[in-house]
């Protein structure tokens, strides 16, 4: 009964790894997800606001405290001016900003370029505003037993914005690479917008969750790309909360209204309690990172050092909640094939779930040689899945 446009899309790979997951007791390094919670004070704000009557539906386009509260955060960050009144909304986690941008934004028949591998809703968002996809890749660079580059397509990129898309969305940092724009990348990306016109979609979801000095740029501060950019993020990776589906989209009034025009018959609406937390959290945001931060690296540097050990060639992230690695060496010594293969055995023995990345590729087959593990998890269960993965050194 699934409507032509969604069948190719099955069920998303990250419902299907954190069941397979369970299921086979195994170690779950697959959904991003943390194993712990965010900050007691946050969740100390959505008790109290539940028991001060804040329990019915909230504005449209979300209350005016967290709408004021993610305008001038983002003025602090970019320097760009924005009115909270028509420059933002708030969503259902940045999974609904991205809905509604493309069903709020797109025509049927629209081009929408897609830089891959991708989170796996935009691929399937697009399809559901009847638009079409163009893809463009970002490389894997192998030198000796790393990859040390995720490169983009530049000659994929000039072809695909010559097909006259309307958008073109962007993931800084990246989900599933770890990989930073760099301010050259995004620059040729914002000439290309700016020529073609070209309207920019950037989902910085991970833009907080940095290592080693890395530095996250927002797409809307390059020049005259402020009016054509929409720019999405949410408080669940931030926060440690991402059950709680807080996001959000700021951009030009025009833009914004297309994001809200789909919004209101979407969602109308997003969890008022909620909302009122999420106020309390944006007003303390170094505090709940100077916990996090730390962890992250810390757990990155040891998974890393173990994937290297049992012979995966892998990306270092610079931000973010994920290794991504190439797999051949090790599938090759399991007597296994591609990412989906390598993904069901490694659930068994030794277990620990990851996942494999086909789901993130217009060509499934451009994801068989990689793989994807998360280590935004506890200290005992990275040091479990590291003791685990050993046994296959
Ligand atoms: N964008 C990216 C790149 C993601 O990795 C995720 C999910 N983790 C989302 C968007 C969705 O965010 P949310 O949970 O706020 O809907
Ligand atoms: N973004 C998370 C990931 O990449 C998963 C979100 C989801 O389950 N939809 O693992």
Redesign the pocket.
């Known amino acids: 009964m699934i409507a032509n446009h969604l069948a190719p899309f099955g069920t998303s790979v990250?419902a299907i790894m954190s069941r397979l997951a369970a299921e086979h007791n195994a170690v779950n390094l697959s959904?991003?997800?943390p194993d712990f919670d965010g900050p007691d004070w946050i969740k100390a704000a959505a008790k109290a606001a539940i028991d001060t009557h804040s329990n019915q539906y909230a504005p449209l386009p979300g209350i005016p405290t967290l709408r004021n509260a993610i305008a001038k955060r983002f003025t602090r960050d970019t320097n760009l001016p924005c009115d909270p009144d028509t420059q933002t909304v708030v969503?259902?986690?940045?999974?609904?900003?991205?809905a509604a941008t493309m069903l709020g934004l797109l025509n049927p028949g629209d081009k929408v370029v897609l830089i891959e591998p991708?989170?796996d809703?935009?691929r399937a968002c697009v399809a559901l505003a009847g638009a079409h996809v163009l893809p463009v890749p970002l490389r894997p660079v192998i030198t000796g037993n790393k990859i040390t580059s995720m490169q983009l397509d530049e000659a994929a990129l000039h072809a695909a914005m010559a097909q006259g898309p309307k958008l073109i969305l962007i993931?800084t940092p990246?989900?599933?690479t770890g990989k930073v724009f760099t301010r050259e990348e995004l620059t040729l990306i914002a000439t290309l917008c700016i020529k073609h016109n070209v309207i920019a979609v950037s989902?910085e979801?991970?833009e907080r969750l940095l290592f080693d000095g890395a530095k996250h740029i927002s797409i809307a501060t390059l020049p005259a790309m402020a009016d054509r950019t929409i720019t999405?993020?949410?408080?669940?990776?931030t926060f440690s909360l991402?059950?709680?589906?807080?996001?959000w989209a700021i951009g030009h009034p025009d833009l914004i209204a297309g994001v809200r025009a789909a919004h209101q018959f979407l969602s109308f609406s997003v969890a008022t309690p909620l909302q009122h937390a999420a106020v309390a959290a944006l007003e303390r945001e170094p505090e709940a990172l100077a916990q996090l931060l730390p962890l992250l690296q810390e757990h990155r540097d040891l998974l890393a050092d173990c994937l290297n050990k049992i012979g995966l060639t892998i990306h270092t992230p610079r931000a973010?909640?994920f290794i991504y690695a190439d797999h051949t060496a090790l599938s090759c010594r399991l007597g296994v094939t591609d990412d989906t293969a390598l993904c069901m055995a490694l659930i068994k023995n030794p277990g620990v779930a990851a996942i494999p990345p086909s789901a993130f590729y217009t060509q499934p087959a451009d994801g068989h040689s990689l793989i994807r593990f998360a280590f935004c998890k506890k200290r005992q269960t990275i040091t479990e899945a590291i003791r685990r993965l050993h046994t296959l050194a």
């Open positions: 990250f959904q991003g997800f969503t259902v986690g940045c999974t609904e900003a991205i991708f989170y809703c935009y993931n990246h989900n599933p989902d979801v991970y999405l993020s949410s408080m669940g990776k991402t059950g709680w589906k807080i996001g973010g909640y």
